[in-house]
């Protein structure tokens, strides 16, 4: 089945302790990218990646590392996590811009 | 600044009641217009593009067409299972992966 995978769906974690949330996705798309979706804000983009090797920051990136080693893989990387990165987080790729397949989501508390 | 408003934030209809969300964009240059449904703890999922004024696209009970300030997503004769929060986006000449989504219309349908 095609479809874009994230892992962990939700996490529960305290102030600067380091996290990782995985994506992946099977449908050999070009480009990925992660999305985070709060209350009264809407969708914004955190980063972007049109191909491997290849990121660029979207409108939201202080605080999130990310990077495009394979094809199929995005993480998403919080160095150092703060209450105000609380939120829904979202994964997706694309075979062609604006045409995203989102993942199921990663509910993330900072404490 | 380029901006993508969704009008009405909430609505409300009774099942077979037909109507129409409404999305208005200001943007330098429109690469194409995406429509989502947002089902609640779930990723959006796409539902349409359009490229150029005057196109109109249909899938089952939904048509979204397009002109060159806005794009209409109509519903006719819903079913409570329409029910989600619809979502659009725009890609923008500027920038080759920079979209641009609206904070969403909430579509009730009342059995």
């Known amino acids: 089945e095609a479809q874009v995978t994230q892992n962990p769906r939700y996490l529960i974690t305290v102030t600067g302790k380091k996290l990782t949330v995985t994506c992946s996705q099977n449908m050999n798309h070009e480009y990925m990218s992660w999305y985070r979706q709060d209350p009264g804000l809407g969708l914004r983009q955190i980063y972007y990646?049109?191909?491997?090797?290849?990121?660029d920051k979207g409108d939201v990136p202080e605080g999130y590392k990310v990077s495009r080693k394979e094809k199929r893989n995005f993480p998403l990387i919080l160095e150092s996590p703060s209450p105000n990165q609380t939120s829904l987080y979202f994964c997706?790729?694309?075979?062609?811009?604006?045409?995203?397949?989102f993942g199921p989501g990663t509910r993330l508390t900072v404490l | 600044e380029d901006q993508v408003t969704q009008s009405p934030e909430a609505l409300r209809l009774q099942e077979g009641e037909s109507s129409s969300l409404n999305c208005s964009y200001t943007?330098?240059?429109?690469?194409?217009l995406f429509w989502y449904r947002q089902d609640p703890g779930k990723g959006p999922e796409f539902l349409f593009t359009?490229?150029?004024a005057g196109e109109e696209k249909e899938k089952e009970r939904l048509k979204a067409t397009l002109t060159k300030k806005e794009s209409f997503l109509h519903i006719t004769a819903p079913k409570p299972e329409d029910s989600a929060t619809y979502l659009c986006?725009?890609?923008?000449?500027?920038?080759?992966?920079?979209?641009?989504f609206g904070s969403g219309t909430r579509l009730s349908i009342r059995p």
């Open positions: 997706a790729s694309s075979p062609i811009a604006g045409l995203w397949f």
């Open positions: 986006a725009v890609h923008i000449y500027s920038s080759a992966s920079k979209i641009i």
């Open positions: 990646s049109m191909n491997v090797e290849v990121t």
């Open positions: 359009l490229y150029s």
């Open positions: 943007v330098s240059g429109l690469r194409g």
